[in-house]
């Protein structure tokens, strides 16, 4: 393959990951005005989102299968079509139990045919010494394409006399996006027989998961990213609470959304990288002190009243919590090479602690709905509302730095452990 049809393949299969899951997870950018664009109560938008979490979680597993039998730029092309027609289907808000439908969908084509597919063909384009390299750029397109494409669809959904109308367009536009970079990637990107005969499976068997379950730092790594993730999971419902709260414009709601969840992705996650490296040197400890900080600023939005004059506070607050968000997620993985464990079972690690860390996707958004009810539509909130939000944030970010400690403690114990012996000194 040619350098610069290997650029083309990669600058593709990149903004592929920066389209395909944006309407599953359109709550990060317009919670409210996109359940009424897909004909949702926000009680009924977090039901769909707690079952595509769910059927999610599952898909993780079997993604690595599909990706070691079946040709990975075949697998992106289908689950991009599929997702294309899809986001064209949802749009015109067929009803509840179809807009569920889809979503379970959108995780079998997201996360079982299409991610591990993606990590495999990226991983296709580069020897070892240049993975790192792709993957971080892999993340910083992502972010890019969906900063731009985000920027614009707010720009719609301000300009929308009906912000739900506004929204709906913005999912038309992924859908097309998404069936054009279908076909792009079918005729442009090469994938040949002996790259991928040489590529690393991505499939983990049984074995591998029993070997990962007996593994301490599996259950440590898995809740400490779990704690963080509740974070990322509900940063999204900060959007009606600046909005309801505090009285931002639902335009203005799009780009802080944008900013929040996107900008931050390609800016927050390469700095973290970054400071564990050069300054830190051990992600356990960095995580630590990101948990310090989102639990100050959970803390922080729990005591501050709700008015239009601490509105630039409300911002202040959820910019430093995104970005320390941003910065653990970039390096979330990094504890199971820093950790030292076997490479053979580092598969059955990462797979099933990744059952158990994005777990919140699976029930979190259902919950938060639940707390925040949907007063427009007559049903009051519960359980205290955003109080209990935050409440609850406070309480996974103090989980978090007990775990994170733990795992410091057990790493140098068996590192002072198994040290040899210093040996004698000769009489």
Known sequence: MTRMRRSVSFLLLAMTGGVIFQVAYLRFLFLSDGAEALGLSLQEYGTVTSVFGATAVVMYFVGGWFADRFSPKLLIVIAMAGTGVLDLYVATAPGYWAVLIVHVLFAVLGMGLYWSALVKSISLLGGEGEQGRLFGFLEGIRGLTTTVIGLVGSAIVAQAVVASTGVATLIRIYG??????????????????????????????????????????????????????????????????????????????????????????????????????????????????????????????????????LLWIAVALMVIMSLAVFAARGVFWASVGELGIPVAQRGGVIGLASGLAYLPDAF????????????????????????AMFIVLIIAAVIGMVLCTVTMRVHARERSTSQPEPAPTPA
Do not use: C
Request: charged share 10%; glycine share 14%; net charge positive.
């Open 176 to 309: 097309v996006l998404a069936l054009v970079l279908a076909i792009l990637v079918y005729f442009i990107v090469h994938q040949g027989k002996d790259e991928l005969d040489k590529a690393e499976r991505q499939s983990v068997g049984f074995r591998q998961l029993l070997q990962a379950a007996t593994n301490k730092y599996t259950w440590l790594i898995g809740g400490t990213v779990m704690m963080m993730y509740s974070f990322y999971t509900l940063m999204g419902y900060l959007s009606p609470l600046l909005q309801d709260g505090f009285g931002v414009a639902a335009g203005m709601i799009g780009v802080i959304g944008v900013i929040r969840t996107y900008v931050f992705q390609f800016i927050a996650g390469p700095v973290g990288g970054v400071l564990v490296d050069k300054y830190f040197r051990s992600t356990p400890r960095f995580l630590r002190l990101t948990f310090v900080i989102v639990g100050l600023t959970a803390v922080g939005y729990l005591l501050l009243p709700r008015q239009a004059g």
């Open 364 to 387: 979190l958004p259902a919950v938060a709905s639940w707390w925040i009810g949907d007063p427009s539509n007559g049903v009051p909130t519960q359980g205290g509302g955003f109080s």
